[in-house]
T-cell receptor, first 113, second 114 residues
Framework: SQTIHQWPATLVQPVGSPLSLECTVE??????LYWYRQAAGRGLQLLFY??????ISSEVPQNLSASRPQDRQFILSSKKLLLSDSGFYLC????????????FGDGTRLSIL | DQQVKQNSPSLSVQEGRISILNCDYT??????FLWYKKYPAEGPTFLIS?????DKNEDGRFTVFLNKSAKHLSLHIVPSQPGDSAVYFC?????????????FGQGTRLTINP
């Protein structure tokens, strides 16, 4: 069966520091991969998605970037964090075929001080 | 511009009764709809989905209804159980090549009272 791992579970970072969140998927190959952010009291907002190694699409302008160095690895990064980057970050995967649901990791709670 | 709306932030239901969660959307290009359940400090868990060629899909205690003309979908949970207490999100995606670009509602907190 497929599993998705996301770490760390919580992270406290000072303003201006760099960020690297990692997500890996097991038990499948060539998945679509996604990064979402959930602000307090809001729904999930799609930040980035990837349909293959090195292929990244950004959905909203922001201070973050994403990379996919391997088929089942998706990384969310920032060179300098802002206070507004605080939130709950979720990684998800789905099969390439249309009509299949996305499956989420357990998320990272990021607090910027 | 909120393309997917869940107008009830919270809902309280007696155990054993039916829970009905509602969701409205504005984008007529949406073709695939999903419901997720979320517990605190966890990622959302997929519950059930429906494509626009159907108006109903059932899976055990969960049924999703889609009314395309009204741009409305609902999730019915029968009978409701205490473990169903969670935040429920509806999501929608247009028909596109490649990845699904899901748009989520704000969520409805469901509380099942014993």
């Amino acid at each position: 069966s497929q599993t998705i791992h996301q770490w760390p579970a919580t992270l406290v970072q000072p303003v201006g520091s760099p960020l690297s969140l990692e997500c890996t998927v097991e038990g499948t190959s060539n998945p679509n991969l996604y990064w979402y952010r959930q602000a307090a009291g809001r729904g999930l907002q799609l930040l980035f998605y990837s349909v293959g190694i090195g292929q990244i699409s950004s959905e909203v302008p922001q201070n973050l970037s994403a990379s996919r160095p391997q088929d089942r690895q998706f990384i969310l990064s920032s060179k300098k964090l802002l206070l507004s980057d605080s939130g709950f970050y979720l990684c998800a995967w789905s099969p390439q075929a249309f009509g299949q649901p996305q499956h989420f990791g357990d998320g990272t709670r990021l607090s910027i001080l | 511009d909120q393309q997917v709306k869940q107008n009830s932030p919270s809902l309280s239901v007696q155990e054993g009764r039916i829970s009905i969660l509602n969701c409205d959307y504005t984008n007529s290009m949406f073709d695939y709809f999903l419901w997720y359940k979320k517990y605190p400090a966890e990622g959302p868990t997929f519950l059930i989905s429906i494509s626009s060629i159907k108006d109903k899909n059932e899976d055990g205690r969960f049924t999703v209804f889609l009314n395309k003309s009204a741009k409305h979908l609902s999730l019915h949970i029968v009978p409701s159980q205490p473990g169903d207490s969670a935040v429920y999100f509806c999501a929608a995606s247009p028909v596109i090549q490649g990845a699904q670009k899901l748009v989520f509602g704000q969520g409805t907190r469901l509380t099942i009272n014993p």
